[in-house]
């Protein structure tokens, strides 16, 4: 008989859910907030009270994609942590809720843990060993995976994520938010991208372990930006030279 699990995310500024019918993915539905990009990042409060607004209607479209009810269900998974505090609390209230009135099995589920095992939905195959660079938009960490389960931390940022400085540099060049598809395509500009010499920002750490750090770098784009007697000529190469470090680490 087929195992049906709804999986719930409310880990930031994504209102999503998922039904799963033996591994497959029957149904997804990705609510995008779009209230953060006045503010140029996520705005905490106003997540958890989207998310509230949001989640029963996006659980019931994931549903309905499968051409499934609640009854069907045998378990129901959700994001525990980590992510913004009030965020989480939508989700997992939520789902403990709809678990307990079903009468279903409740799966607290890591959110980095939930990143690791993503590819295998369109992956059956993959399978440990192997080394996982795990990167969004509030945590970069490079994990040894010797088997499912088990888990060797070799080394993660000390600062800022990968994503929060795509974001940041976005705002610092007037791109809006989320920034890391805006500065995608700005860099590509002009046959490839902007001209990577004009600019030469620093590889943090680069050579020290496999420990990441962002925040110098964000200030080094802070510099040129205020250095820049053209921002619209240099956008697009102080985009791609910021990418082309980030990529490097």
């Known amino acids: 008989m087929a195992e049906v699990v709804l999986g719930i995310e409310t880990s930031c500024d994504e209102t999503s859910a998922a039904v799963l019918v033996s591994g497959e993915l029957a149904g997804l539905v990705i609510l995008s907030q779009d209230?953060?990009?006045?503010?140029?990042?996520?705005?905490?409060?106003?997540?958890?009270?989207?998310?509230?607004?949001?989640?029963?209607?996006?659980?019931?479209?994931?549903?309905?994609?499968?051409?499934?009810?609640?009854?069907?269900?045998?378990?129901?998974?959700?994001?525990?942590?980590?992510?913004?505090?009030?965020?989480?609390?939508?989700?997992?209230?939520?789902?403990?809720?709809?678990?307990?009135?079903?009468?279903?099995?409740?799966?607290?589920?890591?959110?980095?843990?939930?990143?690791?095992?993503?590819?295998?939905?369109?992956?059956?195959?993959?399978?440990?060993?192997?080394?996982?660079?795990?990167?969004?938009?509030?945590?970069?960490?490079?994990?040894?995976?010797?088997?499912?389960?088990?888990?060797?931390?070799?080394?993660?940022?000390?600062?800022?994520?990968?994503?929060?400085?795509?974001?940041?540099?976005a705002s610092l060049l007037g791109l809006g938010y989320p920034g890391g598809p805006a500065i995608e395509r700005l860099a590509r500009e002009g046959g490839g991208g902007g001209d990577p010499t004009r600019f030469d920002f620093p590889r943090p750490m680069i050579a020290e372990g496999f420990e990441f750090s962002f925040s110098g770098l964000k200030t080094a784009v802070l510099h040129a930006v205020r250095a820049s007697d053209n921002l619209d000529r240099d956008r697009p190469h102080i985009a791609r030279a910021f990418q082309d470090a980030v990529l490097d680490v």
């Open 35 to 169: 209230v953060h990009q006045i503010f140029g990042g996520v705005v905490p409060e106003l997540a958890s009270r989207a998310h509230l607004a949001a989640l029963p209607a996006v659980v019931d479209r994931a549903l309905a994609e499968a051409g499934l009810s609640v009854s069907a269900m045998d378990a129901v998974a959700v994001t525990a942590g980590p992510g913004l505090v009030g965020a989480l609390l939508v989700g997992v209230v939520f789902a403990k809720s709809l678990a307990y009135a079903t009468d279903r099995a409740l799966v607290g589920v890591h959110h980095m843990e939930g990143h690791l095992f993503a590819p295998t939905v369109e992956d059956p195959e993959l399978a440990p060993p192997f080394v996982a660079l795990l990167v969004s938009g509030g945590h970069t960490l490079l994990l040894d995976v010797p088997e499912w389960g088990r888990y060797r931390l070799l080394g993660q940022t000390r600062d800022d994520a990968a994503g929060e400085a795509f974001d940041k540099v």
